[in-house]
């Protein structure tokens, strides 16, 4: 079993930046991909960012430029530095990777990011 622990959500006026962090816990082989989704109020979760074992990186066109991911491989952990925050990056933003041979997808709890205009 593998649990996603979130951090560095909050309050933030726009212009300003936050940092998000994910650790995986668990019976962790090997980590295919990491990354961030987000779901804003009456909106799908879409995919923020994510980065591949092999440092592959996609991020979604509303948030290039402005948002970073990265990874440290020996803790498991992804991080996403977040700048120029707009009113419309307010969501509910969630961890989540692929860890083989586990065919699952794991998530976190999700960690609230309000913008504030």
């Known amino acids: 079993q593998v649990q996603l622990v979130e951090s560095g959500g909050g309050l933030v006026q726009a212009g300003g930046s936050l940092r998000l962090s994910c650790a995986a816990f668990g019976n962790i082989v090997s980590v295919r991909d990491m990354g961030w989704y987000r779901q804003a109020p009456g909106k799908q979760r879409s995919l923020v960012a994510n980065?591949?074992?092999?440092?592959?990186?996609n991020y979604a066109d509303s948030v290039k430029g402005r948002f970073t991911i990265s990874r440290d491989n020996a803790k498991k952990t992804v991080y996403l530095q977040m700048n120029s925050l707009k009113p419309e990056d307010t969501a509910v933003y969630y961890c989540?990777?692929?860890?083989?041979?586990?065919?699952?997808?794991?998530w976190g709890r999700g960690t609230q990011v309000t913008v504030s205009s």
């Open positions: 980065i591949t074992n092999s440092g592959t990186i």
């Open positions: 989540f990777g692929h860890f083989p041979p586990s065919p699952y997808d794991y």
